[in-house]
């Protein structure tokens, strides 16, 4: 079992930044893929970034350049640095972890003021 919390949401104003954290606990050494979604209110929840155990990492096109995923060892944190952000950032923004199924957070509210 995994379990996993986030941090770092917030309300924040066009154009600025805002850091995203996802603690791992439990069975962290059996953790792969960690990564982040998001979900709007009436859109379906999309991919924003994910980065493998070895530290590859993949972006959705809309947030390229202005967010960036990390990982800290032993592996059991993943965050998100995002920037220059836009009111269509606003969601909740989940973390999930892959192990031997996909374990997902509770999810934190990022909301960006126009």
């Known amino acids: 079992q995994v379990q996993l919390v986030e941090y770092g949401g917030d309300l924040v104003q066009a154009g600025g930044s805002l850091n995203l954290d996802c603690m791992a606990s439990g069975r962290i050494l059996e953790i792969g893929a960690m990564g982040w979604y998001r979900q709007a209110p009436g859109k379906e929840r999309e991919l924003v970034a994910n980065i493998t155990g070895d530290g590859r990492t993949n972006y959705a096109e809309s947030v390229k350049g202005r967010f960036t995923i990390s990982r800290a060892h032993p592996l059991n944190t993943c965050s998100l640095q995002m920037s220059s952000l836009r009111p269509e950032d606003t969601a909740v923004y989940l973390c999930?972890?892959?192990?031997?199924?996909?374990?997902w957070g509770q999810g934190t509210q990022v909301t960006v003021s126009s």
């Open positions: 999930y972890a892959t192990s031997d199924r996909t374990y």
